[in-house]
């Protein structure tokens, strides 16, 4: 790893720290990505719809190792995402994925943890032209893909426009 070049981090928050962490990071002048789904959460007298983080306890950096050391001293931040004792890098191509799924289902999208099994796929048409995935079905034989973050062990869960043109790569 180049100590000059930026990759993507992921960083392990204090429960339910996510959003002021993000900020924090921010005034550090590092980039931050927080991605963020609203859900609809009942309270005694009213229903409201809110914004929650996408990946619950997790804060992502695209930063030099400067940065990355940087961020780990953050308050809030537990630790930076490692593997082998080695800071793991995530891919630009999922984080992309991400951004460009948030971009038009953002009510829609859901969290799996662990893997979801099946075929990798690029689609070809529609609104999420060139995400990159895996389909599957779920209980409702509705068509989905899963865009995977293999560092995290997670999967964010988007319904398939019927449009959709599916390439299997």
């Known amino acids: 790893m180049k100590t000059d070049m930026k990759y993507w981090f992921a960083f392990y928050t204090m429960s339910r720290h996510e959003f002021k962490v993000a900020k924090r990071i921010e005034e550090k002048n590092i980039e ?32 030099t190792e400067k940065e990355r050391l940087n961020t780990i001293q953050t308050e809030g931040v537990i630790t930076c995402v490692s593997f082998q004792g080695k800071p793991a890098i995530i891919p630009n191509q999922q984080i992309e994925n991400i951004k460009k799924a948030l971009e038009f289902e953002r009510e829609k999208v859901e969290v799996k943890d662990g893997f979801v099994k099946g075929e990798k796929i690029i689609i070809a048409a529609g609104p999420f032209v060139g995400v990159q995935g895996i389909v599957y079905f779920n209980e409702k034989n509705e068509k989905k893909l899963a865009i995977t973050i293999d560092i995290l062990n997670r999967s964010v869960i988007v319904t398939l426009p019927q449009e959709s043109v599916i390439k299997i790569l």
Request: aromatic content about 12%.
């Open 32 to 63: 931050v990505y927080l991605p963020t789904i609203f859900s609809l959460r009942q309270w005694s007298d009213r229903i409201k719809k809110i914004t929650v983080p996408l990946l619950k306890n997790y804060v992502l950096i695209n930063g």
